[in-house]
């Protein structure tokens, strides 16, 4: 899976589970519990999300609001857990 | 306790109000006062009234009159101190035939004029006629503990108890005003004047409006909230002699609401410290059986019963309970925003629902409860997280700083770096704002406001349009100069308090089942000391309603005084969406119903219910929702049941035909002798 992937995969589940309209897209920079796109709750479910379809585990130190808190954020930090993808 | 409502012309080219119109306006909220009706009458204006008997059970009848009847008054409420100024007003030279409260405020207001709203003690709305000066005179209480609506057209005048009431009269159109759905998406209330309803107006608490004779209007306010500007140090009382003052106070206002009554007074029992207290002092104010409820839920999550049972132990009352299943709740939702007239954003009033059924059913029509306690002496967690957010913002990087919240949430300091992170992040927000107004309640209106992101696109576009009404534009002049605790307490008091947890979840779900409620901690002096104690005896560090427990020691036990605040919650979104959900939720979120109410977007919606459906089917029961679901799916829902019962329909409820016992009509006299 790629970063565009991942990216993509995130709109997608923001859309369909915090914004519910297919015509609202968030920034990529945009902080999700500082617009209250997502609640605190709500990045859970985002974490679940991200644990189920890209088969990566996170430790508890790594789930602070600075690696979950915009898609450009969990993207950076998501290529980082995943293996390199050969080319 | 009662229900009111009537019609008055301005000009003469209106026609009087008509006896069937007048009945259909207090039959549709004749729950109020079940046990009698009346009406007065003449070519200009009728008024009408449901009476619950409390006091004065043989000559209490209303509408009641000045000696010479030219001033006539509907009245829903008690004013506890009316013994005290009756005694004043005989003093004056002025006689009674009954011996209620309502004939006093008659006199007073002859004696005082509007002045004499605030020398009454007590939770009232009413109207008095002057048929003389063809004057309408509209009050409320101090704090809005009882409802008051009213429409102004043309010199035509229609005034009720609720809002439902002149929707019986079909000239009346019933459209949702968008202003209303906006404040209650953002403050959880509507702010009087503005109403769910388009071109009703609900009376300001603590305000009276008077109609002269050719209609026009003025609004006094005769009470707000009010705090200390003076320095703390500068407060005449030590702690000690506050408390047993305090004590005093609470004492006194109990047993007011226990001895002004011509019938037995109940109380409910929460589990929590104010409902003990007041039960407590209700107890030992009269000899005799003392009845008390409580709500139980078979969710432990929200139980409290062995509080609540240690309490009725205590003071030895005669103790029942409801237990409330998630199907109840969903099951008597559509009741519940039907008395509401409001959308809701929690399910929490369902319970109270029927728990003043159980109350009727056991034949008591009256109960104390401990509302307003945490308002007016610092309970809740919304004012220990703005001290906090002050003491971090002073030093906004420090890491240090915002531990303190571990001491609010002791969860947090046991959970993964995850869950606290993600919690500071959220009460980081607007911490650069500490000392605007509002400050407190960023956080609240903030995370509220995000479900208006439901709205359809007609009604964002015409909340747009209008001019917005913002409370932190209207507040007193003094507002700046109070503590930052004392402003807390006002924001929390003219929203949540007026607007949602004493209307939505006290006077219209106890009024409901005909029972009226009685809040010791509302009663003026009491509201008065406590607003002018130090916020340092209310909020004590981060030790909430400090001085409370001091008057509670010795009275209450101590596992009762000591437990950590629980918030008064119910299931919300889970009654909705779980197997046994009542088929209505569906067919009120199908896409052609919300597309019919036009209210909400469509898409928006479907995908909140389905993604709660799913939770719901994946997690067998179990499943968790955030607070943002929560909230979205109640509201939505409540929304939906707003449209169908008040736009579809016009809010009544089948049944019941009206016999009155007192009616004096003037009307067809006076248009014989053409003396209008």
Not at chain 2, 106 to 127: I, R, S, T
Not at chain 2, 226 to 255: G, H, N
Not at chain 2, 428 to 452: E, I, M, N, V
Request: glycine letters at 8%.
């Amino acid at each position: 899976m790629t970063e565009a992937d991942i990216r993509s995969r995130v709109h997608e589940f923001i859309r369909k589970n915090f914004l519910f309209d297919d015509h609202i897209t968030v920034k990529d920079d945009q902080s999700l519990l500082g617009t209250g796109v997502v609640d605190s709750t709500g990045i859970l479910e985002l974490i679940a999300f991200l644990e189920g379809t890209c088969g990566v585990k996170f430790a508890d130190s790594e789930l602070v609001a600075d690696n979950f808190d915009s898609v450009d954020k969990i993207s950076s930090f998501m290529a980082g857990k995943l293996p390199t993808p050969k080319a | 306790m009662c229900g009111i409502a009537g019609i008055v012309n301005f000009r003469d080219r209106h026609e009087t109000p008509s006896r069937e119109l007048l009945t259909a306006m207090i039959s549709a909220i004749r729950y109020r006062g079940p046990d009698e009706y009346g009406m007065y009458r003449d070519v200009r204006a009728g008024l009408v009234h449901a009476r619950l008997s409390l006091i004065d059970l043989t000559t209490g009848q209303q509408p009641l009159a000045n000696e010479d009847g030219s001033l006539w008054i509907v009245f829903n409420g008690e004013i506890f101190n009316y013994v005290e100024l009756k005694r004043d007003l005989l003093a004056l030279g002025h006689r009674f035939r009954t011996n209620s409260d309502t004939e006093v405020i008659v006199h007073a207001y002859e004696a005082w004029g509007d002045g004499c709203f605030p020398k009454m003690n007590g939770q009232w709305a009413l109207a008095i006629w002057d048929s003389r000066a063809r004057r309408l005179i509209l009050s409320r209480d101090r704090i809005g503990v009882r409802p008051l609506y009213v429409r102004e057209r043309d010199g035509r005048v229609w005034f009720a108890s609720e809002a439902k009431a002149m929707f019986a009269d079909p000239s009346v159109p019933r459209e949702i005003d968008p202003r209303g759905l906006d404040q209650t998406f953002t403050y959880w209330a509507s702010l009087p004047p503005v109403s769910l309803f388009k071109g009703i107006e609900e009376l300001a608490p603590g305000s009276t409006r008077t109609y002269e004779g050719d209609g026009s209007s003025r609004d006094t306010i005769y009470w707000r909230p009010s705090y200390p500007v003076s320095a703390p140090e500068e407060y005449p009382l030590t702690l000690d002699q506050a408390t047993e003052a305090l004590a005093e106070k609470i004492e006194t206002a109990t047993r007011l609401r226990i001895l002004r009554a011509d019938v037995p007074v109940g109380s409910y029992l929460s589990g929590g410290l104010d409902s003990s207290l007041t039960a407590w002092m209700g107890r030992k104010a009269k000899e005799g059986v003392f009845q008390t409820y409580s709500i139980r839920f078979e969710d432990a999550e929200y139980d409290e019963t062995e509080y609540q049972r240690a309490m009725a132990a205590t003071i030895d009352s005669n103790h029942q309970e409801v237990v409330i299943r998630r199907s109840d709740i969903a099951q008597v939702f559509p009741e519940v925003v039907r008395h509401a007239e409001r959308p809701i954003l929690r399910t929490a009033p369902a319970p109270l629902y029927l728990l003043s059924k159980l109350v009727r059913d056991s034949g008591i029509k009256a109960v104390l409860t401990g509302e307003g306690a945490d308002e007016m002496l610092a309970g809740y967690d919304i004012f220990r997280e703005a001290k906090i957010r002050h003491f971090w913002s002073r030093q906004p990087e420090s890491t240090v700083r915002p531990r303190l919240f571990e001491r609010l949430y002791p969860y947090l300091a046991r959970s993964p770096q995850q869950a606290k992170g993600m919690a500071l992040q959220f009460w980081k927000k607007g911490l650069d704002r500490a000392g605007q107004p509002g400050f407190s309640h960023d956080p609240r209106w903030w995370t509220t406001s995000q479900l208006k992101r439901f709205f359809s696109p007609d009604i964002r576009a015409a909340v747009a349009a209008q001019p917005p009404q913002d409370l932190l534009a209207e507040l007193p002049p003094q507002f700046g100069r109070w503590d930052p605790l004392g402003q807390a307490q006002y924001l929390e008091v003219v929203t949540l308090l007026s607007g949602y947890l004493i209307s939505s979840q006290g006077d219209r779900m106890l009024m409901a089942h005909s029972v009226e409620g009685r809040f010791p901690f509302l009663d003026a002096e009491v509201m008065d000391f406590c607003n002018g104690l130090p916020p340092e005896y209310k909020l004590a560090g981060l030790n909430e309603k400090f001085i409370l427990k001091r008057v509670a020691r010795g009275a209450i036990p101590e596992k009762i005084i000591n437990r950590p605040k629980q918030p008064y919650r119910a299931p919300d979104a889970a009654s909705f969406v779980e197997g046994d959900a009542p088929e209505y939720v569906a067919e009120l979120l199908s896409e052609d119903s919300l597309h019919q109410a036009g209210l909400l977007e469509t898409g928006a919606v479907r995908g909140l219910y389905a993604k709660c459906l799913a939770r719901a089917r994946e997690s067998g029961g179990e499943a968790v929702f955030s607070n943002a679901d929560n909230m979205g799916l109640v509201g939505l829902i409540s929304v939906q049941l707003l449209h169908q019962q008040f736009i579809r329909g016009d809010g009544s409820a089948p049944g019941g035909g009206i016999v009155y016992t007192t009616m004096i009509d003037r009307a067809p006299l006076q248009q014989l002798s053409g003396t209008a």
